[in-house]
């Protein structure tokens, strides 16, 4: 299917109603930019945004920024996902294991 086939039957999806404005324009993005597109029955997770947007903070940081990071990304305080690692930490040990891998694999914002 060329390109401008897919966005002619996307605007026809639009004007039939079946496709909300923002899911018009999400999936005319998609297919101009040659990104692949989503499933019709948006089947994708709406959780996967908010892992890939997730970044360490520069200004919310103590060591790594891991916490301030998290905390935008799930709109909890940072204090809380400190208190999170350390009770992680003293219980289990796993608490340090966790921010370190954290604190590598995610970037810097």
């Known amino acids: ?31 101009l930019g040659g990104a692949p597109s989503a499933p019709a029955g948006g089947g994708g997770n709406p959780n996967l945004g908010a892992v890939n947007g997730l970044r360490r903070a520069r200004m919310d940081r103590w060591l790594g920024g891991v916490c301030g990071g998290i905390a935008r990304a799930t709109g909890l305080d940072s204090w809380v996902w400190r208190l999170i690692f350390a009770v992680l930490f003293l219980a289990f040990g796993s608490g340090i294991l966790v921010y370190l891998l954290l604190w590598i694999f995610v970037p810097e914002e």
Do not use: I, P, Y
């Open 1 to 31: 299917m060329t390109t401008a086939d897919e966005l002619n039957q996307l605007a026809d999806l639009h004007a039939r109603g079946v496709l909300s404005d923002e899911e018009f324009a999400q999936a005319k993005a998609r297919a």
